[in-house]
């Protein structure tokens, strides 16, 4: 679906991310990973051979961003996905909510997805076509408790992809967001049983998700049957609504 395409995926060393990576360079596409954990990342690179690099950073950071979206052009020629989709929660009551945790979630969650987002369609609008894929979350359309900083930045990017899509579909750039429920990742394992069990009793399919299904609605989005799909969220959530 994707084969010789040039990818670029942010929080590629882990749950989601890691399975967006495998699936993209499955389908025979070449993929830049960024993370700050080179670690996992080497591990992933080791496993999956020349179709996949890696950068290790902060998605917070503007200037590194820059730099590693222009040295994948560079090498590469050109850039036809790119998926934002490294996230951190930092969960708790607004009236306990420090500036700290507030700050560093929209950073990476939100300003993180506008720095890549920012670099990456400049060439992509000079190729006319492109697609950027932001991972945001049902907690952005839906909110939740003790999660204010997490859904704001989940609904901050669903701004931003409707706004790339607005501003560069003339010249044949897509944007959509993906809206996952509860995933089974190293981000969700940690949580208390019984908010577990309270989500999987709201959920209409009765089990959470498993990070292989978001990556094949991101195959499926960054590919060209996908071709008139642009400015819209897609939920995969086995029908959970909180
Ligand atoms: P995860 O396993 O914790 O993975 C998060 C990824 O983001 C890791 O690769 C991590 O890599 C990277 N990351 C975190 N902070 C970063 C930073 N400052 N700079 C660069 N990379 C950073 O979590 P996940 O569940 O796969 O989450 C992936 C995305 O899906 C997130 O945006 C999350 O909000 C969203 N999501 C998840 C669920 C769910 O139920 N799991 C539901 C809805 C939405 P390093 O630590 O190596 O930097």
Redesign the pocket.
């Known amino acids: 679906m994707i084969e010789g395409k040039v990818a670029l995926i942010?929080?590629?060393?882990?749950?989601?991310?890691?399975a967006i990576v495998r699936k993209f360079v499955s389908d025979g596409a070449y993929v830049l990973g960024?993370?700050?954990?080179e670690d996992?990342?080497r591990a992933i690179k080791e496993k999956l051979g020349e179709n996949f690099d890696y950068e290790t950073?902060?998605?917070?950071d503007y200037e590194r961003a820059k730099e590693i979206v222009e040295k994948l052009v560079k090498e590469k020629g050109r850039i036809d996905i790119l998926v934002n989709?490294?996230?951190?929660?930092e969960d708790t009551l607004l009236m306990r909510m420090d500036e700290e945790k507030w700050d560093r979630v929209i950073n990476?969650?939100l300003k993180?997805a506008f720095n890549y987002s920012r670099h990456a369609v400049a060439y992509m609008a000079r190729q006319r076509s492109g697609v950027v894929i932001n991972?945001?979350?049902?907690?952005g359309i839906y909110g939740n408790t003790a999660q204010t900083n997490?859904a704001a930045s989940?609904a901050g990017l669903i701004g931003l992809t409707k706004s790339i899509a607005k501003e560069l579909g003339k010249r044949g750039v897509r944007a959509v967001a993906v809206?996952?429920?509860?995933?089974?990742?190293?981000?969700?394992e940690s949580l208390p049983e019984k908010l577990k069990k309270a989500v999987l009793d709201m959920t209409p399919l009765g089990r959470f998700?498993k990070?292989e299904e978001v990556a094949n609605l991101v195959l499926f989005l960054s590919s060209d049957l996908a071709s008139f799909i642009t400015s819209t969220v897609v939920e995969i959530s086995g029908g959970l609504v909180i």
């Open positions: 942010t929080g590629a060393s882990s749950g989601i991310g890691e960024v993370a700050r954990s996992k990342l950073a902060d998605v917070s989709n490294a996230g951190v929660t990476i969650n993180g991972i945001s979350s049902i907690v997490y989940k809206a996952p429920g509860f995933i089974e990742t190293p981000m969700t998700g990070p």
